[in-house]
Structures are given as structure tokens and as C-alpha cells.
């Protein structure tokens, strides 16, 4: 089996664990990589280097903690916890960790290690990666979060597994236990326990807010909490909750236990919040012992505003129609008028008892800060409890982008009032400086918008994808306006393959319009990538399909092949306003920060700039695999007078022709097209032709655009 197949089964199977993933890779890669155990405690012993037990390091020492990033450079790390009280302030992880290397804070005697501290956060992870907590004990009175993880902007917060902890009697952490905000991805808590956290109806037991993805919450127990248990915020989705015990006791803790939130309370409106559609919700069991409250097993709800674009602020009529409509008509209202596609809730398997008022509910109220918001003079719970997706199937993989053709807008106008000071104008996307001066423009080839940035600033949008592979291909289409100012790069963008250290390769276009490739810190300009043809804003108005203005789109396509034994990408480009990749500078193994390590390193972070360059970017896609490659013919079948030619290893969206000759040596001018087509979403292609009888024999071949 190769490595590629291995990743689509961990992305269809959510229950995998992905440290299972991880050490299957490993297997097939050759040997483990080297290990190193530490010992670290409430404080230090002996020479506290931590190289033993008896010399172990005082948690809170931060050399100790570099000494320990320095060897997650070449191998993995252990730190043995020993038992004692942990509460001499907050352990807190910066810029920690390495995409390749795992580095585990395990208990050496389970719930030996107990964490509390009285100030804010016990543990603080902050733009960290690749950690594994095992075996240790949060409470105390500390005032914010149990964990609050976070990137720290570029550098992601992912790969984070807490296994076997116990968060217990968090009495006063105001936002709760587990703190998953803006972007956080690829997140394992599994056979915890979550036990009397209740510091008021703002604390949650797991808190993800703002483009979370990749959460698998399994065997797992949650009881008591006075405010949602799980809560999955704005845009958060392809979460999976599975074989989890849901319990309240009280009225107190009469919440719903699963919730996808939305407070669109921002005044004035619309409302910058979203829901998140993909959830995996299976084999649970929801018991409430009071009857109070909103007793949800799963409930999607707004507060305020409409979001940009939807509406989720009824009138009691739209209320009565979902109310009391069939299946398919709240299917239909939910989609259209909300974004949450039922087909992608996979819900079955649970038990309820009876107490349980709604297993899928959806609620509006009253925003209490948006004095102006649209009311519309309803607000309560309706019963979505037949939506879901019951039949087995399982949640699909996340896409690897999301929102590549910048069709879902977030109309982000004025700051916003939580912590998402980076959240774009467009939806999944984050920007640097803050999201209200990325800019939009009709899309390009068909699509509805596209990005554009200011051409009086330096900016970035980037976002950090998923379920990468060594083999891959990213594709996009931009332009650059004539007006910008001074000289250099006035173009970039960036893939990193190691966000901790900045490794990555990075292309661009600077002010003559060449296009070049970092190696270092130098730009290597590729004539034989073309040059770039300015686009002109006839009236300065920003947009280039004005009368008088000339729109010169190009297409540039990066090929990354780090399974090779000496990893190197190939970049191709277009003429101008055509999808013809003309152009090709292949074999570059030129990087910033360091090269990607054979057969391991993977994509986890596009970036793209602009440098005081009015640039304009559309249909940006990402896909495993090698599109320099040509398609390879799987099967072929005669069927029904039909000639049926089926293959792969296309590149998805991409056109390809279908020429055919009665002559195979007749040279390739010579061959009619008789097809039009294009590689679905995996890259596989499948051509049907009649046959006639007593007609000569035909000759096929696929030209690609």
C-alpha cells in the first residue's frame, strides 16, 4: 500500500487515531527516529538537567525546554512527568514542537501529575505543534482555560492529542477546560474526563471558535458544565464526537451538550460568524437527570444579526414553515437560508434518554448587545431532529482548502468583538495586517469573486490546509495592476513545509514582471517562466473590467515531489488570459529556511503577498499528487456497444481533449478531437464512446489543455 492510500483512509475513517497514521508511517518509511527521554517535576532535583529521575528538570525551566526543541530537530522526545503538584504558574509552549518529530508529556504513574495554577491558563500552547499529553490531572482555580491552545499568525497550532486527563472541578476558569480558537486544526482528546466546570454559562469543557477543523473527540466523559459542553463556533467543522458519555445532574447544568454557536452581535450588521456544515456525531450517549433547560444532544443556534449572505433571524411565519415542514423542506430552508447542509451532519448510533428534548435543534434569541439587530419578531427551538445524515456513512476528509474560489464572503466591516483579530474577508481565510483592508474583485473564468489586495499596503492572506501528502500540486490564477510603487517583489507565494523553523519554498513576480524563486534569502529570476503583463485600472477605481481597462489574468501552477530522493519543485505558467501552461522551469530545489526532508515533509501553509501591488488571486487549488505527470489509463471495457476508457493521476478541474484517428501513425496534427472533458475532484477521468458495427478501428489518446 502506498503512503497516499494511508492518508485517504485516515481522512475517511475519522475514529483512526492519528498517532496510529503516524507510527504506520514511520513503518514504511524505514526506522524510527531516534528518542530521547527527559524527567521533569513541580521542581528540580538533583542537577535538574532532566536526564533522569533523580536529576530531573523544574517544569517551568526554559532551557530545559530548549534543550528539548533542539533534540525534536532529529528525533522524538519523551518528558516523564513524576507525580506531584504542578502550580507554580503556567507551562506555556511557544513556537514549540517540529511537524515530523512528536514530542510527549506522558505521566510516569497515571494522574500522578496534577497541573493548577491561580492565574490564568495552567497549560498555554501557542503556535506549537506535534504534542502529546498522556495521563495528567487539570484543576484548580485557575481563571481562564485548563489548555488554551492558539497559533502565533503564520505558525500553526495543530497535531495536538490529549490522551487519558482528567480536567476536574474548574470552578472558576470563565472560559473553560479545552480553548481551541482561530484556526486551531488537527486536535485529539481522547479518554478524558470532564468533570464540574462551572464557573458560570461562558465556560465550556471544549471551547473551539473561529475555522476550527480536524477535531476528533473520542471515549470521553463530560459531566456537568453550566454552559455548552462542546462547543464548535464559526466556521468550525469536520469535527467528530464519537462513543462520548454526556451527563448533567443538574439544572444548573441544563445546557445543550454539542453546539454549533453563532453570535453575529457586532453593531451594526450583517454578522461576521458562520456555521460549519461537517460534523460526525455517532455513538454517543446523552443522559440528562433534570428536566430544565435546552436539553440538546446537537444544537446549532444565532444570536443577532444575519450572517452575510444567510438568514437565521426568523419571522414567526419562516418559523411555523420549519417548524412544521417535511424533511426535505427543512433540509432545503436550513441550506439556503443558513448554509448548514444537513447531508454532511452524520448522526446515528446514540442513545437519549428520555429527558433529552431534541437529539438536533436549532435556536435563535434576542443578541442583547446588537440594540439595532433585524428580530423579526421570533425567537425560540425548533426540532431538527430528522435531518442528520443517519445512514452509516461516514464523515469524508476535509478538503484540503477550503474556500479556494472565495465565494463565501464575511463581510468583515468593522472590528470584530472576539478574539479574531486575523479573520479575512473572505471565509477560512486569515490576513495580515487586520482582515478589513483585503479587498475583493469579480471572480475570474466564471467564479463570483475573487481576492484583491490593496495596493497601497504590504499584506497576506494564508491558510493552513489538510490532509497533505510529500506529492503534490497547487494551481491558481492572478493578476497584477501597473499601479504600483517601488521596486522588488511585488508578488509572492509562499508553501511551507515546517512552520516552526520557516522552511519553505517561495515564488514571485517582481516589478519587471519576472518571475523567480527564492533560494535563501536571494531571488532567482526564471526567464523561461515568461513575463508578466501589468494589468491597467483605466479609472482607478480598482477593478479591471471596467470600459478601457485591459485584465491580463495568468495561471501559475507549483509541483512539490518531496518523496523524491532529492526533493525539488517544478513551477509552470501561462501566457497571458490563457489555461494553457506554456511555460516550465522544472526541477528547482531551491528553498528559504531549510529543505524538506525526503519521503516526511508535507505542505502545511500557503501564504500569499502583495507589496504595495494591487494583486488579484482566484481558484486557488490544492491536490495530492504530481499534475506534471500524465494521466495513467486504469481500465478499459467494451459494454453495451460502448467503448469505455477510465484512468487517474489527472489534475483535478483541469481539461483534457479526446483525439481520435483511424491511422495510428498519422502525427498528432492530423488526430480529430472528438471530446471535451475534465478530471473530477480526485483527478480521475472516464470516457464513454459508441461503437457502430462494421465501423474501421479507432485509435484514442488524451491531449491535456
Excluded at 486551531?184 to 473551539?208: L, W
Excluded at 452509516?392 to 479556494?404: D, F, H, K, S, Y
Amino acid at each position: 500500500m502506498k503512503t497516499d492510500s494511508i492518508t485517504t483512509v485516515a481522512g475517511k475513517w475519522r475514529g483512526l487515531c492519528k498517532w496510529t497514521v503516524a507510527a504506520i508511517l514511520l513503518c514504511m518509511a524505514g526506522a524510527a527516529p531516534a528518542q530521547v527521554n527527559y524527567w521533569a517535576a513541580p521542581a528540580a532535583a538533583g542537577t535538574g538537567d532532566g536526564s533522569s529521575q533523580a536529576n530531573a528538570a523544574a517544569y517551568l525551566n526554559s532551557s530545559f525546554w530548549s534543550t528539548v526543541q533542539s533534540h525534536l530537530q532529529t528525533g522524538n522526545v519523551n518528558v516523564n512527568l513524576l507525580n506531584g503538584n504542578y502550580n507554580s504558574g503556567t507551562l506555556t509552549f511557544t513556537d514549540m514542537g517540529n511537524p515530523l518529530h512528536l514530542l510527549t508529556l506522558q505521566s510516569v504513574n497515571l494522574y500522578g501529575p496534577v497541573f493548577s495554577t491561580t492565574g490564568n491558563t495552567i497549560i498555554n500552547i501557542v503556535g506549537s505543534q506535534n504534542i502529546k499529553f498522556y495521563g495528567i490531572i487539570l484543576n484548580g482555580p485557575c481563571s481562564s482555560w485548563g489548555i488554551d491552545c492558539q497559533p502565533d499568525y503564520l505558525k500553526s497550532c495543530r497535531n495536538l492529542e490529549i490522551s487519558y486527563c482528567q480536567f476536574l472541578n474548574l470552578t472558576n476558569a470563565y472560559y473553560g477546560a479545552i480553548g481551541l480558537v482561530n484556526g486551531v486544526r488537527d486536535i485529539t482528546v481522547d479518554n478524558c474526563s470532564f468533570t464540574n466546570i462551572t464557573s458560570g454559562g461562558h465556560a465550556h469543557m471544549i471551547y473551539a471558535s473561529h475555522d476550527i477543523v480536524d477535531v476528533l473527540v473520542s471515549h470521553c466523559t463530560f459531566t456537568d458544565c453550566e454552559a455548552d459542553y462542546v462547543r464548535f463556533r464559526d466556521d468550525s467543522e469536520y469535527c467528530v464526537v464519537d462513543h462520548c458519555t454526556f451527563v448533567s445532574t443538574t439544572s444548573a447544568t441544563s445546557y445543550p451538550f454539542i453546539t454549533s454557536p453563532l453570535y453575529n452581535d457586532t453593531d451594526p450588521g450583517p454578522g461576521d460568524e458562520f456555521f460549519g456544515t461537517c460534523f460526525q456525531i455517532i455513538s454517543n450517549s446523552f443522559t440528562y437527570n433534570i428536566s430544565a433547560g435546552t436539553r440538546a444532544a446537537l444544537q446549532f443556534s444565532d444570536s443577532g444579526y444575519d450572517p452575510q449572505g444567510y438568514h437565521c433571524a426568523l419571522t414567526p411565519s419562516q418559523a411555523s414553515q420549519l417548524s412544521g415542514g417535511t424533511t426535505s423542506f427543512k433540509q432545503s430552508f436550513l441550506q439556503t437560508n443558513m448554509g448548514i447542509v444537513a447531508s454532511g451532519i452524520k448522526m446515528f448510533g446514540n442513545t437519549y434518554n428520555s429527558a433529552v428534548t431534541y437529539q438536533v435543534a436549532y435556536t435563535y434569541s434576542y443578541a442583547t448587545s446588537a440594540t439595532n439587530a433585524p428580530q423579526n419578531g421570533w425567537q425560540g427551538t425548533i426540532d431538527l431532529s430528522a435531518l442528520p445524515d443517519s445512514s452509516g456513512a461516514l464523515l469524508g476528509p476535509t478538503p484540503v482548502i477550503r474556500n479556494g474560489n472565495f465565494d463565501r464572503q464575511g463581510l468583515l466591516d468593522l472590528p470584530v468583538t472576539s478574539s479574531t483579530p486575523n479573520e479575512c474577508l473572505f471565509q477560512t481565510w486569515f490576513a495580515n495586517p487586520k482582515y478589513a483592508d483585503i479587498l475583493s474583485h469579480p471572480g475570474f473564468s466564471g467564479t463570483t469573486n475573487a481576492m484583491r489586495f490593496d495596493r497601497t499596503k504590504n499584506q497576506y492572506i494564508y491558510q493552513w490546509i489538510s490532509n497533505p501528502t510529500p506529492t503534490w500540486t497547487m494551481d491558481f490564477l492572478f493578476a497584477i495592476g501597473s499601479a504600483f510603487t517601488g521596486t522588488g517583489v511585488k508578488f509572492q507565494v509562499d508553501v511551507f513545509h515546517n512552520d516552526i523553523t520557516g522552511g519553505k519554498v517561495s515564488a514571485g513576480v517582481d516589478n519587471l514582471g519576472r518571475f523567480g524563486i527564492y533560494n535563501g534569502g536571494t531571488f532567482t529570476v526564471l526567464p523561461e517562466l515568461g513575463t508578466v503583463l501589468f494589468s491597467v485600472d483605466n479609472n482607478g477605481n480598482g477593478y479591471y473590467n471596467d470600459p478601457g481597462d485591459i485584465l491580463n489574468v495568468y495561471r501559475l501552477r507549483i509541483v512539490g515531489n518531496y518523496a523524491a530522493s532529492t526533493p525539488y519543485v517544478s513551477i509552470y505558467t501561462s501566457s497571458a488570459n490563457s489555461m494553457a501552461l506554456n511555460h516550465q522551469s522544472l526541477g528547482r530545489t531551491c528553498w528559504v529556511s531549510g529543505a524538506p526532508v525526503v519521503g516526511s515533509s508535507v505542505p502545511g501553509t500557503i501564504v500569499f503577498y502583495n507589496y504595495t501591488a494591487p494583486v488579484v488571486v482566484d481558484q486557488v487549488a490544492f491536490v495530492a499528487g504530481l499534475a506534471e505527470q500524465p494521466p495513467v489509463i486504469s481500465s478499459v471495457s467494451f459494454r453495451n456497444r460502448n467503448f469505455i476508457l477510465s484512468g487517474t493521476n489527472g489534475f483535478a478541474g483541469d481539461t483534457y481533449y479526446v483525439l481520435t484517428s483511424t491511422n495510428l501513425a498519422l502525427p498528432s496534427g492530423g488526430w480529430m478531437r472528438g471530446a471535451t472533458n475534465m478530471f473530477d475532484q480526485t483527478g480521475s477521468f472516464s470516457i464513454t464512446n459508441s461503437v457502430l458495427p462494421g465501423a474501421p478501428p479507432m485509435f484514442c489518446r488524451l491531449q491535456l489543455q
